[in-house]
Structures are given as structure tokens and as C-alpha cells.
């Protein structure tokens, strides 16, 4: 973070992002160095939507940007009923209702792809929108106690 404060200090950045910071990890930042960071790039996906996380980022004005946004393919989550049938709805695919769920949450997203009509597909997500009841039946398929993490915890990384 040193280097991160000395780079804006000498005006070559004007903002300052962390990743895979959870709340004590943003508290003990802004107590030592007085930065609130623009944006948190973590680990969040329906399964795992870091509830505690998002709600201090937003309270502070910190962006969230989501990776793993599709769950990194590690679980079931296209054929999870809430987003199949609003993908049928919708007449969208899977992976675009849950990019569609991750906007209209106000997360930031970028979906990794090494297939063209993927990538083209995920940036297909801006001519509809899920209603309020697709949203919170979404939001349900977190399990609430941290076990839809795809990756490891961010404590145990070096
Ligand atoms: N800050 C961090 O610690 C951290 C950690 C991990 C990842 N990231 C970043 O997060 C970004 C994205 O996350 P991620 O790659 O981990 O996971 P992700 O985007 O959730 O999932 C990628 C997987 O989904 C598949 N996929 C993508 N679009 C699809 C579609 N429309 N339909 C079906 N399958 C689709 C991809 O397969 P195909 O490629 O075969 O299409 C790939 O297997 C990456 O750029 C990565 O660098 C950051």
C-alpha cells in the first residue's frame, strides 16, 4: 500500500483499488492510512455474495467488482432453477442472467472467456431486465455461511 499512497502522492494515480479485502482487511486500511479505496475486487458469485462485504464497500462508497462472476464454472449455477427459468423467461442464456443479476446489484463485473461468441454473449446483458422476484430468487442460492466459495479464503493465501 506504501507504494500505492507514494504513486498518487506524486499524481501518477488518482485512485486506489485492493482485492480480495473483507471487512477487518478495509477497516485496518482506512485506520492506518486514511485511504477508502474506489473499488474491492472479490470473490462473489450467487453462491457466494460476500453480504457483509458489500454492504461496508457501499456504506463507504467503495466499488465492488466481482471476479469469478460465473463461479468460475466450479458449480452448478446455469441450471440452478431461479436462473434457468428466468433464462428462459427472459430468452437469455444462463451465464446472461447472472451477469444481468450482477449489474442490476451493482457489482462491476468482467467474465473470463477464451471463446469469441462467449465473450460476445456476455457483453449482451443490457436489453433486459430481471424483475424484483427473479432477483431475490437469485439471491437465495447462497447458502449464508460462507460454503459457496469456490477458491481459497483470502486469509489463506500468501
Ligand atoms: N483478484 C483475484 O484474486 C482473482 C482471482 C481469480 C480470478 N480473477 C479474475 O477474474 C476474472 C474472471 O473470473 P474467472 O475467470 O476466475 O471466473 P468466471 O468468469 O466466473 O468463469 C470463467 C469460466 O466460465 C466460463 N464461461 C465464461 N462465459 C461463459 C458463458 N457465456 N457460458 C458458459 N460458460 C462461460 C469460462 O469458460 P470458457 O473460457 O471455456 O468460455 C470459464 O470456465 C479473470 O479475469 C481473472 O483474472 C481475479
Redesign the pocket.
Known amino acids: 500500500m506504501g507504494e500505492a499512497l507514494e504513486l498518487r502522492d506524486a499524481g501518477l494515480t488518482r485512485s486506489i483499488g485492493v482485492?480480495?479485502f473483507l471487512v477487518p482487511h478495509l477497516e485496518r486500511l482506512v485506520a492506518e492510512t486514511s485511504v477508502v479505496p474506489a473499488v474491492d475486487?472479490i470473490?462473489l458469485?450467487p453462491a457466494h455474495q460476500q453480504r457483509d462485504v458489500t454492504e461496508w464497500a457501499g456504506a463507504h462508497g467503495i466499488r465492488i467488482e466481482a471476479?469469478?462472476?460465473?463461479?468460475?464454472?466450479k458449480y452448478d449455477l446455469?441450471g440452478a432453477e431461479p436462473v434457468a427459468t428466468a433464462a428462459s423467461a427472459h430468452g437469455k442464456?444462463?451465464?446472461?442472467v447472472v451477469l444481468r443479476w450482477h449489474l442490476q446489484k451493482g457489482n462491476i463485473v468482467?467474465?473470463?472467456?477464451?471463446?469469441r461468441a462467449?465473450l460476445e454473449?456476455?457483453l449482451d446483458v443490457f436489453g433486459f431486465e430481471l424483475t424484483d422476484a427473479e432477483l431475490t430468487g437469485i439471491d437465495a442460492l447462497d447458502p449464508s455461511d460462507g460454503s459457496g466459495r469456490v477458491?481459497a479464503h483470502p486469509d489463506e493465501v500468501n
Not at 471476479?67 to 464454472?73: K, R, S, T
Not at 442464456?93 to 446472461?96: E, L, V, Y
Not at 468482467?110 to 471463446?115: E, Q
Open positions: 482485492s480480495n475486487q470473490e458469485h471476479w469469478g462472476p460465473l463461479g468460475q464454472g446455469f442464456t444462463p451465464a446472461q468482467f467474465p473470463k472467456s477464451v471463446h462467449r454473449e456476455n477458491s
